[in-house]
C-alpha cells in the first residue's frame, strides 16, 4: 500500500514537473524591431529591398582591432540611413590588456567619427586567448568606459548566451545585453542581466536584398540612445577678459568652441595645455577667456549634403576650406558624408579655399574616375602623389588631389 502509493504521488510530480516549461529570460524596452547585422562578409547589399523586406534596425561592423576598418562600413551606414533603417555601429575587440583596450576605443570612436546612428554603440568581445576572467572584464569595462567618454554616446555588449553566463561579471549589468543563442525561442538565462536588449537567434538567416546569409536579430528599444542622458551644461555666462569654464558637448571641436567665445584654438590649447587639439571628449572641463580676438564671428549657415556631394566641392561652394567645415562638424574622416547630413558652414571661413583635398581610395576607384570627380586629370594626380603606374591604386590608399 506505501508503494503505491509513492509510486502514485511520483507520478503525479514528475508529470508536473516535466509540465512546467523551461523559460527564458524576457525582452526588455516596450518596442521591437525586426534586425539584422552586417560586416563586409554580406558584399553589396541592396538596402532599398532590405526596407522593403522588413528590416527595421542593422548593425554594422565598422572596425576591428587596431587598425582594421570595415570596407564596406561607409556604403553600409549610408545605404541603411538613406532608406530610413535605424543603425547602430559595433566594433570587434582584439585588446590583451587595459593599454589596447583604450586605443581599440579610441580608434573605433575615430573611425565612426561624425556619424549619427540611433542605437547604442556595441562591444564585440568573444575571442579571449588566455586571458582570465578578471582580465577580460577589466578589458571590457576599460573599452566602454572610453568610447563613452569619447564619443559621447551610450554603449552596450554583444555576446553569445555561454560567455554571458559564465564570463562577463555584474559589474557589466550596467550595460544593455545584445545576446546571440540560435535555434531558441527565447535566450538562455544568464543569472545576471535580468532583460535583454538584442537577440541574435540565427546566423543563417536570410533577408531579400543580401546575397546568402546573414545575422537575424530582434531588437529593442533599450538599444536605441536615450537623449535625455548626455545633457552637459554649456560655458557660464561670461565677460570678455573674464575666465570662464566649459564643459566639452557632443560635437564640439575646439575651433567651434573658440569661435564661440571669440577665442582661438592655439589660446585654449595653452591655458589648458591640451597636447593634442584634436582630441578632446564629452565632460572634459575646459578653462576659456572670452574676447581673445578682435575681429567679429561671421555667421553659421546650414546645407544638406546631396548624393554625390563631397566636402572640397562644398568648400569650393561657400568659399571656406575643408577643414573648417571638418572642424565645425565635428567630422573625423573628410570622406565620409552622407546624403542628407546637415553641415554647419560659415563661408569665407579660413580664408582662400583649399588648393589640395585629401582623398581616400575606395573600391572599385581608378585614377580616372578620381580625376573626373575633382575635375582634374590622371597626370596632375599621378604627378602630385609620385605615382609611377597610374593602374595601380588600392583601397585606403590616401591621395593628394589639386584643385
Known amino acids: 500500500m506505501f508503494h503505491k502509493f509513492t509510486a502514485a504521488i511520483s507520478a503525479v510530480l514528475l508529470s508536473v514537473v516535466m509540465c512546467v516549461p523551461v523559460l527564458g529570460f524576457s525582452a526588455g524596452g516596450t518596442v521591437r524591431y525586426e534586425g539584422i547585422d552586417v560586416s563586409e562578409w554580406q558584399g553589396e547589399i541592396d538596402w532599398q529591398r532590405v526596407k522593403d523586406a522588413g528590416i527595421e534596425m542593422a548593425y554594422i561592423r565598422s572596425s576591428a582591432g587596431s587598425a582594421y576598418r570595415d570596407p564596406r562600413f561607409a556604403e553600409n551606414y549610408a545605404g541603411a540611413k538613406e532608406n530610413g533603417i535605424k543603425v547602430g555601429f559595433y566594433h570587434y575587440v582584439t585588446a590583451r590588456n587595459t593599454d589596447q583596450a583604450r586605443q581599440q576605443a579610441e580608434f573605433f570612436v575615430n573611425i565612426i567619427g561624425s556619424t549619427t546612428p540611433e542605437c547604442r554603440l556595441a562591444m564585440d568581445f568573444e575571442s579571449f586567448g588566455s586571458l582570465t576572467v578578471a582580465q577580460i572584464n577589466e578589458i571590457s569595462e576599460v573599452f566602454l568606459q572610453t568610447v563613452q567618454e569619447r564619443s559621447g554616446r551610450q554603449v552596450c555588449i554583444y555576446s553569445d548566451a555561454s560567455n554571458a553566463r559564465s564570463v562577463f561579471d555584474e559589474r557589466l549589468t550596467k550595460y544593455p545585453l545584445w545576446v546571440a543563442d540560435y535555434y531558441v525561442e527565447n535566450p538562455e538565462p544568464n543569472g545576471k542581466w535580468n532583460v535583454w536588449a538584442g537577440f541574435q537567434f540565427t546566423d543563417v538567416g536570410r533577408v531579400d536584398g543580401i546575397n546568402g546569409n546573414v545575422d537575424r536579430d530582434i531588437f529593442t528599444d533599450l538599444l536605441l540612445e536615450d537623449e535625455t542622458v548626455p545633457n552637459v551644461p554649456d560655458g557660464t555666462p561670461h565677460e570678455n577678459g573674464a575666465e570662464i569654464s566649459y564643459t566639452v558637448r557632443r560635437g564640439d571641436t575646439l575651433w567651434a ?71 565645425l562638424n565635428g567630422i573625423q574622416n573628410p570622406n565620409l558624408i552622407y546624403p542628407g547630413q546637415v553641415l554647419k558652414i560659415t563661408p569665407g571661413a579660413g580664408g582662400a579655399a583649399d588648393t589640395t583635398v585629401r582623398y581616400t581610395v575606395r573600391r572599385g576607384d581608378t585614377l580616372w574616375a578620381i580625376s573626373r570627380r575633382f575635375n582634374t586629370t590622371v597626370s596632375a594626380i599621378a604627378n602630385l602623389n609620385g605615382i609611377r603606374n597610374p593602374n595601380l591604386i588600392y583601397p585606403g590608399q590616401v591621395l593628394t588631389i589639386p584643385a
Open 257 to 327: 568652441i573658440a569661435r564661440r567665445y571669440g577665442t582661438t584654438v592655439s589660446e585654449i590649447v595653452g591655458i589648458n595645455k591640451i597636447v593634442n587639439p584634436n582630441l578632446i571628449y564629452v565632460g572634459e572641463v575646459l578653462k576659456i577667456i572670452p574676447g581673445q580676438t578682435e575681429e567679429g564671428v561671421a555667421p553659421v549657415q546650414t546645407v544638406t549634403v546631396k548624393r554625390g556631394d563631397t566636402l572640397w566641392a562644398i568648400a569650393r561652394q561657400f568659399n571656406t576650406t575643408v577643414s573648417a567645415i571638418a572642424d
